[in-house]
């Protein structure tokens, strides 16, 4: 229950970063020298601006915008030991189909200077300072509002940066989780919500394991749960929330897992809030199965009710029945407005005009405050 009177609205963690700190973070992954006060500046100038944007949008639960990282899951290379070995490639399953829509996607600038090393040695924790510095900024810059702050799971990590160390993928996985630990701990002791970021759950199906059957699936994605729930298991559930994604790529996505193959496991996972894709032509029927699926008690559910792929403005009306929909099926006190997914997950990566992102932002919060009317007043 999220014990407000009205439908609270967020949104997934990476926001559309200023043109003068993406330079020097591109400089920054390409080895060129940049001046660490002078990132740490540009941080912070963007931190401020991005809650100060949230908050005139209408969000009620704010972030960072993910200023501080490159991408929300390779970011962690610079933050852990043992990442140095030879980059791999990923399949994607459903752009195998359509070659000339892999191209485009790999095309875009964000992806093409992503760097994500393979596991060559033991993982222990390299930076203790950056989830220290990036939560104390946050709680300074949000002046007393709710916040999120997101980080990548085990098993997303372990999706993106291949094992070439560890005897089997379990020890992998456990190893990385017990990295992750400090950083997890260190955000919600800060007070903020603790989002992990978790596209191995569903993504990982035509990526990871895009070889194996859904029952092989399921086994694989119960083991990712496991080390998650270790990674947290000192923290609360209702201070988790935690993101289900397909992959915020523009491709055709006809090889997506359905959500109701994975729903039981997603269940066993510890955060109380689920945020999931809900809002893309993909995936925006499967409200349907609450229908017939029971809600465990304690959680809450984020549907994403605006897509960060398309440049059409969603409107507010149909934010408000896309609510109702779910409200009526688990409760108005179990949902909180979302997003599908980040709109610019790496950095440069995102094909929305910024101004357009907020406009988006902002008719979901216009949406949400309809459909607290209906529901509420």
Not at 134 to 146: H, N
Not at 154 to 179: C, K, M, Q, R, V
Not at 303 to 317: A, R
Request: proline share 7%; glycine share 8%.
């Amino acid at each position: 229950m999220h014990g407000q009177d009205s439908f609270p609205t967020t949104h997934t963690g990476s926001l559309p970063r200023p043109e003068g700190l993406m330079r020097m973070m591109f400089a920054a992954q390409e080895g060129v020298p940049v001046e660490p006060a002078a990132l740490a500046a540009a941080v912070d100038e963007a931190v401020a601006l991005m809650v100060e944007r949230q908050v005139a949008a209408g969000i009620a639960i704010v972030n960072d915008g993910e200023m501080s990282k490159p991408s929300y899951a390779t970011y962690i290379k610079d933050r852990l030991e043992g990442f140095g070995g030879e980059s791999g490639s990923y399949t994607f399953r459903d752009l195998d189909d359509f070659p000339g829509t892999k191209a485009k996607m790999f095309a875009d600038t964000g992806r093409s200077k992503r760097r994500a090393p393979a596991c060559n040695g033991p993982i222990s924790v390299r930076d203790m300072e950056a989830p220290r510095i990036d939560s104390e900024r946050l709680v300074r810059l949000a002046d007393g509002r709710p916040t999120f702050m997101s980080a990548v799971s085990p098993g997303t990590t372990s999706l993106f940066f291949a094992n070439t160390h560890y005897p089997s993928h379990e020890a992998y996985l456990f190893a990385i989780a017990d990295a992750l630990a400090h950083e997890y701990e260190t955000i919600a002791d800060a007070g903020i919500t603790l989002q992990i970021d978790c596209p191995d759950l569903a993504m990982g199906r035509h990526v990871q394991y895009a070889g194996l059957d859904l029952a092989g699936f399921r086994k694989a994605i119960a083991l990712h749960i496991e080390a998650l729930n270790h990674a947290v298991r000192n923290i609360p559930a209702e201070r988790l929330r935690m993101h289900l994604c397909w992959g915020n790529y523009p491709g055709p996505h006809h090889c997506d897992v359905p959500l109701a193959d994975i729903i039981d496991l997603v269940w066993t996972a510890k955060p109380a809030t689920i945020l999931f894709e809900a809002a893309n032509p993909r995936h925006a029927h499967e409200h349907a199965l609450f229908e017939s699926v029971r809600i465990p008690e304690g959680k809450i559910l984020a549907p994403g009710l605006i897509e960060p792929q398309s440049t059409y403005i969603e409107h507010p009306e149909l934010i408000a029945q896309r609510i109702g929909r779910y409200a009526d099926l688990v409760g108005r006190d179990r949902v909180i407005g979302g997003v599908d997914c980040g709109f610019s997950i790496h950095v440069g990566s995102g094909g929305l005009d910024p101004e357009v992102v907020w406009a988006k932002l902002a008719a979901l919060a216009e949406g949400a405050a309809i459909a607290t009317a209906r529901y509420w007043r």
